[in-house]
């Protein structure tokens, strides 16, 4: 078991950070879109390649209820530990009990005890290569920070958006300044949208303050080109057209890396 009181600086024997897909089936919005192709490749192979291609992931393992999809995970070079159980599958689901779910049954099940989990959402599948070190490093060398996002700079600011009562507009942020929705964007703060390739978690974020964010959260900016969040059909033709256009360095999946 990995002592968790160890320190996690970079100058520190190499951690053991755990990789975490989670990848259910019976997608309602595209059929099957986990394994379904995506310029040429299973969705899913996508987030493998990138975590079999980092320096920094020493263990990748798979969450899922279906076999079909675990099937191909284990082509890819993933392993299934574990199926997901039913109650953890549904579409409601929160990614806070998979990831508890996950990490009980490691502990209880191989003694294995990793000191950073990284979320690899297949929705979010391009991401830039070296990603995945770059965000470890970033997290390893502030002992005081929760967690890493991926971010981008926000296209619409939130300071200029409303919310709506029975009736009227009411602005969603307005206790900073006056009438924020009036002031020139370049008078207010810069904010950052979640884009989903990676969530970098310490692993007392998750089992001692119960969340998979906690208080500090340190930001990694990325380039919008890498963006798609993948839910519905428009996004996938958004993420094919991406990919055709050859000017993502990503790493491309690998087929017949086979895992237990």
Known sequence: M???????SVNSKKLEVLGVVQARGGSKGIPGKNIRNLGGYPLIAYSIASALASESITRLIISTDDDEIAEVARIYG??????????????DAQDFPLFEHALAWLKSNENYVPQIIVQLRPTSPLR???????????????????????????QQN??????????????LLGDEF?????MPRQKLPKTYWQTGHLDIIRYETITKKKSLTGERVLPLIIE?????????????ENAEWKLSRNNLDIDFPKEGVRNK
């Open 178 to 182: 006056p009438e924020p929705y009036n």
């Open 2 to 8: 990995v002592d968790q009181n160890s320190n996690l």
């Open 158 to 171: 939130p300071y200029k958006m409303w919310r709506a009562d029975e009736k009227y507009l009411n602005p």
């Open 128 to 154: 830039p290569k070296g990603l995945i070190d770059t965000a470890v490093k970033l997290l390893s060398e502030d002992n005081y920070a929760d967690c890493v996002r991926t971010v981008i700079l926000s």
């Open 224 to 236: 919008p080109k890498y963006c798609t969040d993948i839910d519905t059909l428009e996004d996938w």
């Open 78 to 91: 993933a392993e299934v530990p574990f199926m997901r159980p039913d109650e953890l599958a549904t579409d």
